[in-house]
């Protein structure tokens, strides 16, 4: 890659027209002229950055040093970040507004959210701090948006008002969810990557760019146990950059395990498709977990069937370090949760009545933050997890009641029952009209009746009510079968929360009987009554 000498010269203001139509390079590793109408040099990257449309929010003799500004913070930041402050420039100057005017600034605050007026005042810091460029922001003016109170919004704070869309999800939806994932990987609806990126996700609550990070070489494993490799995003200090700094967390050997299966199952592949490209088994550990395989003019029968990462000149690469341009992009995770929300039999949120949530991907980490406060963690533990570089984000955590969340949890149960189809048996209305109804053998604590042809050395009832072959009786006591098996659970929870989710299915199914027998008496003893008027 030949980069020109002029673009690594600071512009002055005779030479800075052709500065901006000299090539630079973006932080994605690709290049861009600053001068073209869009830029776009990270493929993967969803949108464009508008140029044209941000600096006409400054003055004419503002305007080119904004341009350049932008450019130099393309080599800074990933191209969906400028993306995003130059669309919020270009909504300021369709309201008339002047984001380097400090008598606006107010109006600015209240004309955006609290995020988008942060995106301004940041670039507004990075321009200020640029000296390679001679015209600059001033340093009042750069002090005024340091100094600005952000406009408060706490009352609709997703974590704080428990948002059923974009908060963190209630115990029975995760229990759901959890089940619902390795359901549809067993039964191969569900792919490597998407198991396993819903499944982290689930469990350490990262954001979707350190999600992204990830290589196989980042899951280890030594005398001390299976450990996970995470990188820190959005830092500010000497530190920040792509996979620049980690932290360490423990992993389940189980999880271990799959990565593993995974990467052998990738690596066969890389060999097969690109047997000239790498030597594989060396750049194996730089390849990411959850790779871009596409460009933008791969034509459809790619797209049906796309290959195990992106044909490029830097697979070579791969030997020495993990390279970004393999790293999937954010664009095409939405998609992929967007599409599992619309599967068959995708988990049901009792709150909203509608499927579950998951393209907002940043609940999961909102319900690791939640569940983490209510364990009784303090903020510096909560901060560590969630890999925040201070206390004072994870503070809101504190302030969500456990008690509230119980009440949600239990108004939930039973809603939960109807729509997860934990129960796949039929009620009988006795023994005689079920199969086995003869044998004694096959009767169950006098609340059901076993239809399966072999015996069965499973913990009845508390593992039967999940089961096909399950026949409870209509008039048997099912709720005290219910607090037994709740009973169980919290027990096992205590130790163990993994294995207690096992016992969730049983739960749900037994809920379903006793909903189900509820309706069938009622419609026998509406049934009595109309025969009783008839005669």
């Known amino acids: 890659m030949n980069i020109p000498v002029e673009a690594l010269q600071a512009p002055t203001k005779d030479c800075l ?3 901006l139509h000299t090539p630079r390079l973006a932080k994605c590793g690709e290049v861009f002229t600053p001068a073209e ?10 949108g464009s950055v508008n140029w044209k449309a941000a600096i006409a929010c ?15 913070r393309m080599a800074d930041v990933a191209t969906c970040t400028v ?8 909504r ?57 109170p952000r406009k408060k919004n706490s009352s609709n704070d997703v974590i704080l008002s428990l948002d059923p869309e974009q908060g963190p999800l209630a115990q029975v939806e995760q229990d759901a969810l959890h089940q619902w994932i390795h359901e549809q990987f067993c039964h191969g609806q569900l792919d490597f990557e998407q198991y396993l990126y819903l499944r982290m996700l689930m469990i350490y609550g990262q954001r979707g760019a350190q999600m992204r990070m990830m290589v196989f070489g980042d899951f280890t494993k030594n005398d001390k146990g299976c450990k996970v490799k995470f990188h820190w995003a959005k830092q500010t200090d000497d530190e920040a950059g792509w996979r620049a700094k980690s932290e360490t967390f ?7 395990n799959a990565v593993q299966a995974y990467k052998a199952m990738v690596l066969a592949l890389l060999w097969q498709t690109y047997p000239n490209g790498a030597d594989w088994n060396a750049a194996i550990e730089n390849v990411p977990l959850f790779r871009r395989k596409l460009d933008d003019e791969a034509g459809f029968p790619e797209r049906m069937v796309p290959p195990v990462l992106l044909n490029s000149p830097l697979q070579k690469d791969l030997e ?21 929300e619309q599967m068959e039999g995708f988990p049901i949120s009792p709150r909203t009545h509608q499927p579950l949530k998951v393209t907002r991907g940043h609940r999961f980490r909102h319900t690791l933050g939640t569940d983490l406060s209510n364990s009784g963690l303090g903020e510096f533990a909560i901060a560590r997890a969630l890999m925040h570089s201070g206390t004072r984000t994870v503070r809101k955590y504190r302030a969500v009641s456990p008690e509230l969340l119980a009440l949600i949890d239990a108004k939930m149960s039973d809603h939960l029952a109807l729509v997860v189809n934990a129960f796949a048996g039929i009620i ?4 005689t009209s079920a199969i086995n109804g003869d044998r004694a053998e096959r009767l169950i604590e006098d609340v059901a009746v076993c239809g399966a042809t072999p015996a069965c050395h499973l913990d009845a009832p508390y593992t039967c009510y999940a089961c096909g072959k399950f026949q409870p009786l209509l008039h048997a006591n099912h709720r005290e079968v219910l607090e037994r098996l709740e009973r169980r659970r919290v027990q096992t929870i205590a130790t163990d929360k993994t294995t207690g989710v096992l016992w969730d299915r049983a739960i749900l199914a037994c809920r379903k009987v006793i909903l189900d027998c509820e309706a069938m008496r009622r419609s026998l003893d509406s049934g009595r009554q109309n025969n009783d008027r008839s005669v």
């Open 17 to 19: 027209d052709v500065w």
């Open 37 to 46: 109408p869009m830029w776009r040099p990270d493929k993967s990257a969803h």
């Open 58 to 72: 400054a003055s004419p003799n503002w305007q080119p040093w904004l341009h350049a500004a932008l450019a130099y």
């Open 83 to 90: 993306a995003q402050t130059a669309s919020v420039l270009s």
């Open 92 to 148: 300021a100057a369709q309201a008339g507004l002047d984001p380097l005017n400090e008598d606006q600034l107010i109006a600015l605050r209240e004309r955006f959210n609290s995020r988008e007026f942060s995106a301004i005042a940041t670039f507004i810091k990075f321009w200020h701090d640029c000296e390679s460029l001679e015209q600059r922001p001033s340093r009042p003016l750069m002090d005024a948006y340091l100094a600005l």
């Open 250 to 256: 423990s992993l389940n050997e189980d999880l271990y």
């Open 320 to 340: 020495r370090a993990p390279q970004p341009t393999f790293h999937v992009g954010p664009s095409t995770i939405r998609t992929w949760l967007s599409r599992i």
């Open 428 to 431: 009988v209305t006795d023994r």
